[in-house]
Every structure is written in structure tokens, then in C-alpha cells.
């Protein structure tokens, strides 16, 4: 076992509070333009190379919590994306269940392969062509394509109105400058999380899904009743 490149996997500090909830006022400041009584539509997107593996059954563990804070807001739509090995991207239904989410989540296994977020991008761009889709949510820690061409289907998004919001794990610089790009050009946020933080991706994650489900009143809600954390973000904004 090479001791020294499992090492360079492993990211090196845990994220800082400011960059949590820089993230978050991010996220709460992002317009969202849905019709009342729609569905917030999602698509949760993941990296499901062979070293995605432990944040994948993290991920499946406690998507959840997405569906559960938007419930009051008339539901959410969420549709599962990821690639793997070699040139495989798969994209599933929209699902309106926390369970079949689940389902779909735990059947799928990570395989090793190079980065294809320009097709996840790609794909979020032809489905909100379709019907409007009210987020994108990336989850990765590394980027082996040319950024230049990411940011060329990034700026297509940003002028179809998907913001991307990407969560990146560990310290990769190369990945945390293309995923800023990412979301800078589609008006999204970028925020960087530890391998340990569980809890730090469900706050996340919890967060978006109320942004997508009911824009940033909805979300100063979720603060309201959550405190900690977000209901300091929430200060922060009205400040």
C-alpha cells in the first residue's frame, strides 16, 4: 500500500465556519423564480469514482434531510447524476421520495475513472431545455478536464438561470479553482467541506434543497427553526 498517496486523498484541514457560511449567504442571496405550488427540481449530482466511495454512502445516508425541510414548501424533485469509469454517465428519475432516492443511491457502486462534470453540466443544461430546473448540485474532489470548456457549458448555464452550487471535498487546488469558476459563471456557490464533516453536507445539502424548493424567504425560515449555524447566517443577511 503507497501510505503517501492515500495521504494526498485525505484533505488536511476541516472547513472553516466562514467558508460554511459564506456558502450559505450565498446560497440564501441566489434568486429563485418558480410558479407557486411547483415542485422545486434538483439535480443532485456526485462523482462516483473509486475514491468517492465513503462520501457516496455518507451522501446516501443522509440525503433525506432534503426532502424532509422542503416538505412545507411543496415538495422537491430530486434527480440523481453521476459518472464513473471509464466514459459511464448515468442520470435517473425525478424522485419525489426520500426512500427512492435511498434505493437508487445504495445500489450503485463507484468504479475507478477520470473526472465528467463537463457532462454533468451538459445534462443539467439539456434538462432545464426541457423544464426548468432550480439548482444543480455537484459533489467532487477532483477535476481532470480542461477548465476552459467547463466554463464554456457553465456560462450556458448561468443564461438558462441553474445555479450551480459545488461541494468540494479536500484541498485539490486545481478542482476548488475550476469549481468556483463553475459556480461564479452559472450564479451559483462553491463551498469546500472535510471528509469527516457528515454533518457539514447535510446542513449543506439541507440548505440548497430549500433554496430550490422556496428561494432565499424559505431558506431565512429553515434558519428560524434550525438556529445554530443558519439562523447566524440569517443575521448575517439581514445585516
Known amino acids: 500500500m503507497n501510505m503517501a498517496s492515500d495521504e494526498k486523498r485525505l484533505p488536511a484541514r476541516k472547513s472553516s465556519r466562514s467558508e460554511v457560511d459564506a456558502f450559505l449567504e450565498k446560497v440564501a442571496s ?3 423564480l418558480k410558479k407557486p405550488g411547483e415542485r422545486g427540481r434538483l439535480i443532485f449530482a456526485m462523482d462516483a469514482t473509486a475514491s468517492r466511495q ?7 445516508h443522509i440525503q433525506g434531510e432534503m426532502f424532509t425541510e422542503t416538505a412545507t414548501l411543496g415538495g422537491l424533485e430530486i434527480q440523481l447524476a453521476y459518472y464513473r469509469g471509464f466514459g459511464e454517465f448515468q442520470a435517473g ?3 419525489t421520495q426520500a426512500r427512492d432516492l435511498n434505493r437508487l443511491m445504495t445500489s450503485v457502486f463507484c468504479l475507478a475513472g477520470e473526472t465528467q462534470i ?6 443539467a443544461v439539456n434538462e432545464t431545455k426541457d423544464k ?6 455537484f459533489v467532487g474532489d477532483c477535476v481532470e478536464e480542461d477548465v476552459d470548456r467547463l466554463g464554456a457549458i457553465a456560462g450556458e448555464l448561468g443564461i438558462l438561470g441553474v445555479p450551480a452550487f459545488m461541494f468540494h471535498e479536500g ?11 463553475v459556480a461564479k459563471l452559472t450564479g451559483g456557490a462553491c463551498c469546500r467541506f472535510d471528509a469527516n464533516s457528515a454533518h457539514v453536507l447535510k446542513e449543506l445539502l439541507a440548505a440548497v434543497a430549500v433554496f430550490a424548493a422556496g428561494g432565499r424567504r424559505a431558506l431565512e425560515n429553515l434558519a428560524q427553526k434550525k438556529g445554530g449555524d443558519v439562523l447566524r447566517i ?6
Do not use: N, S
Request: hydrophobic content about 45%; overall charge positive; charged content about 25%.
Open 30 to 32: 441566489t434568486p429563485a
Open 54 to 60: 465513503p462520501t457516496w454512502d455518507r451522501a446516501a
Open 234 to 239: 440569517a443575521h448575517q443577511l439581514k445585516r
Open 118 to 123: 463537463g457532462k454533468v453540466l451538459q445534462h
Open 132 to 137: 426548468k430546473v432550480d439548482a444543480l448540485v
Open 93 to 95: 428519475p425525478w424522485l
Open 171 to 181: 484541498e485539490d487546488p486545481i478542482a476548488e479553482f475550476a469549481f468556483r469558476q
